[in-house]
């Protein structure tokens, strides 16, 4: 009943929601097409990730559904190559932005050629005011003077109140003020692709909302999303195609609609039925399947 069908192994993610590894197209050479194919990662003798492939296609969002331990943060360090600060290393597989294998790279470089992260738990600079956070945010980045005040105007255009308090001490912000600053310390690089780890974890309904919707005009600048996120309704709204990862592989894939729809998708990630986000998700009709929320 619903999305969810099964498929062959190494199914494309342009197609229908599929029980697969994730295989992928790999990308239009020259764009900003983000493709993980095959990665594995270890935690010493421990695997984390074992064969993922996803694909990201150019000015699009794409989420990644999970059980708390999935590996999802770790699938973002990985792409972002910070695996080493946790005492992790990947193991196999690549991964490519536009054709350009990334896998190899420095972190900073890895922001140079256009991906940027935002972490879990926010993490900025608590004693550095917001206007250092944010120039702390373009360290690394391709681009001079021209591209850096560009930046700058995109994020206070985005989050005006951190244009206000350029100068108060980051962490005197509220949670959701903080997770703006993460976000906007991100976008300081001006990235292809947008690494989204839990941005709406501790945050009141409305300032995750707040969040949603700026995710929205982010993509819609140009700025491809990989989002990780735990409220799964918010994530299948915002996304056009949906990975579930289960204990470090990737067991479903798929359009989100077609997810949203899926029986064994909703029976093991989504909670408390949720009419109104059921409704919100682009393709159902109020004779599918109605969606769930996941709380945590």
Same mark, same amino acid.
């Given at each position: 009943m619903?999305?969810?069908?099964?498929?062959?192994?190494?199914?494309?993610?342009?197609?229908?929601?599929?029980?697969?590894?994730?295989?992928?197209s790999?990308?239009?050479?020259g764009?900003a097409?983000?493709?993980?194919?095959?990665?594995?990662?270890?935690?010493?003798?421990?695997?984390?990730?074992r064969?993922?492939?996803?694909e990201?296609?150019?000015?699009?969002?794409?989420?990644?559904?999970?059980?708390?331990?999935?590996?999802k943060?770790?699938?973002?360090?990985?792409?972002?190559?910070?695996?080493?600060?946790?005492?992790?290393a990947?193991?196999?597989?690549?991964?490519?932005?536009?054709g350009?294998?990334?896998?190899?790279?420095?972190?900073?470089?890895?922001?140079?050629?256009?991906?940027?992260?935002?972490?879990?738990?926010?993490?900025?600079?608590?004693?550095?005011?917001?206007?250092?956070n944010?120039?702390?945010? /373009?360290? $690394?980045? *391709?681009?001079?003077? =021209? #591209?850096?005040? %560009? +930046? @700058?105007?995109?994020?206070?255009?985005?989050?005006?109140?951190?244009?206000e308090?350029?100068?108060?001490?980051?962490?005197?912000?509220?949670?959701?003020?903080?997770?703006?600053?993460?976000?906007?310390?991100?976008?300081?690089a001006?990235?292809?692709?947008?690494?989204?780890?839990?941005p709406?974890?501790?945050?009141?309904?409305?300032?995750?909302?707040?969040i949603?919707?700026?995710?929205?005009?982010?993509? /819609?600048? $140009?700025? *491809?999303?990989?989002? =990780? #996120?735990?409220? %799964? +309704? @918010?994530?299948?709204?915002?996304?056009?195609?949906?990975?579930?990862?289960e204990?470090?592989?990737v067991?479903?894939?798929?359009?989100?609609?077609?997810?949203?729809?899926?029986?064994?998708?909703?029976?093991?990630?989504?909670?408390?039925?949720?009419?109104?986000?059921?409704?919100?998700?682009?393709?159902?009709?109020p004779?599918?399947?109605?969606?769930?929320?996941?709380?945590?």
């Amino acid at each position: 009943m619903g999305g969810g069908t099964r498929g062959s192994p190494g199914g494309s993610p342009g197609g229908s929601a599929s029980r697969s590894p994730g295989g992928t197209s790999g990308g239009s050479p020259g764009g900003a097409d983000l493709v993980v194919r095959d990665l594995s990662v270890g935690y010493g003798p421990v695997r984390a990730l074992r064969q993922v492939s996803l694909e990201v296609p150019e000015a699009a969002v794409v989420t990644v559904l999970g059980g708390n331990g999935a590996g999802k943060s770790t699938l973002l360090r990985a792409i972002s190559r910070t695996l080493s600060f946790q005492g992790g290393a990947t193991t196999g597989g690549t991964v490519t932005l536009g054709g350009r294998r990334i896998d190899g790279l420095a972190p900073d470089r890895v922001v140079a050629a256009g991906v940027s992260q935002v972490p879990e738990g926010r993490r900025v600079f608590a004693r550095m005011t917001v206007a250092d956070n944010l120039r702390a945010g /373009a360290l $690394g980045a *391709s681009g001079g003077r =021209v #591209e850096r005040a %560009a +930046a @700058l105007r995109r994020v206070h255009e985005l989050f005006p109140v951190l244009a206000e308090r350029a100068q108060q001490r980051a962490g005197l912000l509220s949670g959701g003020e903080q997770q703006m600053l993460a976000v906007a310390r991100a976008l300081m690089a001006a990235p292809k692709v947008l690494l989204l780890d839990e941005p709406s974890l501790g945050l009141a309904p409305l300032m995750a909302a707040r969040i949603a919707d700026t995710v929205r005009e982010i993509n /819609a600048q $140009g700025t *491809s999303v990989l989002l =990780v #996120e735990q409220n %799964a +309704a @918010l994530a299948l709204r915002l996304a056009t195609r949906a990975y579930v990862l289960e204990v470090g592989e990737v067991t479903l894939s798929g359009p989100s609609a077609e997810l949203a729809a899926s029986d064994e998708v909703r029976r093991r990630y989504l909670g408390v039925v949720d009419e109104d986000a059921a409704a919100d998700v682009p393709g159902l009709t109020p004779s599918m399947p109605r969606l769930t929320r996941w709380e945590s």
